[in-house]
DNA sequence: AGGATCGTGTACTGTGTAGTACACACTACT
DNA sequence: AGTAGTGTGTACTACACAGTACACGATCCT
């Protein structure tokens, strides 16, 4: 699913019982003309910028990561980590390309935990 | 150290025992009007494109994600493993941001090692 | 019936990206 | 002495990004 298409659903199924998400209620919260949010969501024009994108995720009430992922960004402050310790992080993420999602997900409790 | 300065010390490294690494012949393999690897060069312009840096990656036998860091860019193979399975991957990286380098290589090694 | 609200069509703008093209002065050979 | 190669200053370009501004017709409310 396209990027607008998705922010379309979400904000009709938030109007349905609030009748504060309208298109323009929502542009006005965050910030933009209605007429760019309207093409924004017809994906007439490309996803709007990633400080953008957060308003907006925060707005909808949606994961602000998932939301940059369908708009094909990565989230300014994890490019800072990779960027931080570069080879090192590019390889993880290789390594890490096909290995199950549990997988990853217990690597990630297991850090939490502080076991190194 | 900036982008540029760090491909001009490589550079220059290279063409003590190599006459063939000079700015225009750099350029000229990488494909780029010399004019344009000097602003680069003495970071009066902003670093290239991520193409081109892996062009002059390989020409000067740097580390291509290094180079991309210290442009303040990450891969775009990355990115797109990232975008894929978007909030699970950045907890991860979140949960790793502070791991000391061996902590996140062990994690890597095993990964590699195929033990989920 | 009439104002408020709704979504959208069209035109325009400023800034950034990613370079090319050409001319110039300096140095190094031979 | 001449020519080949070196790095650099200046001007310019095409395109993408991230929006604003305003007008329009349709719908809802009361």
Redesign the pocket.
């Known amino acids: 699913m396209e990027f607008g298409s998705y922010v379309r659903d979400v904000r009709e199924r938030r109007?349905n019982d609030d009748?504060s998400y309208?298109?323009?209620?929502v542009a006005g919260r965050v910030?933009?003309?209605?007429?760019?949010?309207?093409?924004i969501?017809?994906d007439?024009?490309?996803?709007?910028?990633?400080?953008?994108i957060g308003r907006l995720a925060e707005d909808l009430g949606e994961d602000r990561d998932l939301l940059l992922a369908m708009a094909g960004k990565v989230s300014n402050d994890l490019r800072q980590i990779i960027i931080r310790r570069a080879p090192l992080f590019a390889d993880l993420l290789r390594q890490l390309k096909e290995a199950p999602d549990h997988a990853v997900l217990r690597i990630a409790r297991e850090v939490r935990d502080g076991d190194w």
């Open positions: 109007l009748r309208s298109l323009r209620q910030g933009l003309e209605p007429a760019y949010l309207s093409k969501e017809r007439v024009t490309a996803p709007p910028s990633e400080e953008t």
